[in-house]
């Protein structure tokens, strides 16, 4: 496998994927040593929670995060172990350990899906091995109060943002593996324009009805998905559509061409 991660595996390979990553005991003797380093820390007065954040990110204990099992959940199934393709890169996943986690806590995977874990790899956790290149740790306030506001935008853009955002995090069996997936959370997490776009049709009375995502005819040497989003009057029915286009070629999806009017064809 290349170290740049991209010319001997085919586009169905990679990962674009938005969960939450969360620390595995592997096996009991894993459990063991994390126990007996917690004794001789200084944890009092810390939740569990906290003393654990605390060990992993003291340099004399990262031995234990190479040890760990990292898994990432999506819609509350764990979908993936997490294991970074740089051993610098450890540090990322000790990041996305928060001290206080929170239900809004969200963490962006991007790497390479590899073979299915071995039984004694995660406690008899059975999952597809993701080789993750980078690793972003947010939550989901943070995500849509630094998304650029129209100057025209309402108050409540902040719950136009959780909309749309729940929209394509909950598109069917969206892992981030599928070409489709990929470009969908490519928009939620890098472009801004859908959540203006359907800002501005919320103050026209119009509803987000879908978001649909497709091979474009542009597609030759490259994998390029039109991403389409269809809004529905609430009065008369007339239905709004407007899409632009990501190329999911490689491992980094990226913008082709902006948001405009679509029309069936």
């Not at 569990?48 to 003291?58: E, F, I, K, N, V």
Request: charged share 25%; proline share 6%.
């Amino acid at each position: 496998m290349c170290g740049n991660g991209s010319r001997d595996i085919g586009p169905s390979s990679y990962v674009y994927a938005i969960g939450r990553i969360e620390p595995r005991f592997p096996r009991p003797s894993i459990e063991k040593e994390f126990a007996q380093a917690t004794r001789n820390a200084d944890t009092a007065g810390l939740t569990d929670r906290q003393a654990l954040q605390r060990l992993l990110s003291d340099r004399e204990r990262r031995y234990l995060v190479r040890q760990l099992c990292w898994t990432m959940t999506i819609e509350g199934i764990e979908t993936y172990i997490l294991t970074p393709r740089d051993p610098g890169d450890y540090d990322l996943l000790v990041e996305a350990l928060r001290a206080a986690p929170s239900p809004l806590d969200l963490d962006l995977v991007i790497g390479v899906r590899g073979p299915i874990a071995a039984p004694e790899m995660c406690n008899g956790l059975m999952l597809p091995i993701v080789m993750f290149d980078q690793l972003y740790s947010f939550d989901r306030d943070k995500l849509i109060a630094d998304i650029p506001r129209p100057e025209n935008a309402s108050e409540d853009y902040s719950a136009v943002g959780s909309e749309v955002l729940d929209r394509i995090m909950q598109i069917a069996d969206n892992a981030g593996a599928t070409d489709e997936h990929r470009a969908a959370n490519y928009a939620a997490v890098r472009y801004s324009a859908v959540y203006a776009v359907t800002a501005d049709a919320h103050a026209r009375n119009y509803s987000l009805a879908a978001v649909d995502i497709r091979p474009s005819r542009l597609s030759g040497a490259r994998n390029i998905m039109d991403v389409i989003f269809s809004y529905g009057n609430r009065v008369t029915d007339v239905v709004e559509k407007f899409f632009f286009r990501v190329d999911v070629t490689e491992e980094f999806p990226f913008l082709v061409t902006k948001m405009s009017p679509y029309y069936d064809r």
